[in-house]
């Protein structure tokens, strides 16, 4: 079945810091790929999504390029504010057609703290 | 303005006594999905409805049952909570399948 595998956390930064949070994942055929972002007290947001293999996918400067070849999905942003701090969760759908089409299949999070 | 609706935030409810979480949707979405999500674990789909045609998971358990009345709402009803279902349960909404699913900010539940 599909599975994705997040890195392990938490991790903690300095503002202005380089930010990258890895993701892989297992799954049959081409699925859709996403990033969502829990903020303390929320529930969970689309940040980025990628539907095809070297899509990237960006938003508030968060990049991930869709790296079939590796099966990766990592989540990268060049300067993070204290504002990012949030748990990111790493997300595939399956392709059109199959029994996990529409539905998600989670990681277990990465906790962000970023510092002043 | 939220969209997707969980009721209530926290919901305390005894061992084996019926308990029931509500998620509504301004949305007008089609479809409506339950998930759990344990501390520090991946939320996990436990069913979704596309309209009114119910998809449950093959390994949630019996234990748990859903009802979508109409569009705006879907209930998720646990008959006898266990120890071990006690978690953060994340209702969400997408206009298709495979389209942007939206999520309200969950109910946690405790049970004593």
């Known amino acids: 079945g599909n599975s994705v595998t997040q890195m392990e956390g938490p991790v903690t930064l300095s503002e202005e810091a380089f930010l990258t949070i890895n993701c892989t994942y297992t799954?049959?055929?081409?699925?859709?790929l996403f990033w969502y972002v829990q903020y303390p007290g929320e529930g969970l947001q689309l940040l980025l999504k990628?539907?095809?293999?070297?899509d990237k996918g960006s938003n508030k400067g968060f990049e991930a390029t869709y790296r079939k070849e590796t099966t990766s999905f990592h989540l990268e942003k060049g300067s993070v504010q204290v504002s990012d701090s949030a748990v990111y969760f790493c997300?595939?759908?399956?392709?059109?057609?199959?029994?996990?089409?529409?539905?998600?299949?989670f990681g277990q999070g990465t906790i962000l703290t970023v510092h002043p | 303005d939220a969209m997707v609706i969980q009721n209530p935030r926290y919901q305390v409810t005894q061992f084996g006594k019926p308990v029931t979480l509500s998620c509504s949707q301004t949305?007008?979405?089609?479809?409506m999905y339950w998930y759990q999500q344990k501390s520090s674990q991946a939320p996990k789909l436990l069913f979704h409805?596309?309209?009114?045609?119910?998809?449950n998971e093959a390994d949630t358990p019996d234990n748990f049952q859903s009802r979508r009345p109409n569009t705006s709402f879907c209930f998720l009803d646990i008959r006898s909570p266990g120890l071990g279902d006690a978690a953060m349960y994340l209702c969400?909404?997408?206009?298709?399948?495979?389209?942007?699913?939206?999520f309200g900010q969950g109910t946690r539940l405790t049970v004593v």
């Open positions: 969400a909404t997408s206009r298709v399948l495979g389209a942007e699913a939206f």
């Open positions: 799954a049959t055929g081409y699925p859709s």
């Open positions: 990628a539907t095809k293999a070297d």
């Open positions: 997300a595939l759908s399956g392709n059109a057609g199959g029994t996990s089409y529409g539905k998600l299949t």
């Open positions: 949305l007008n979405h089609n479809v």
């Open positions: 409805y596309y309209d009114k045609d119910f998809n």
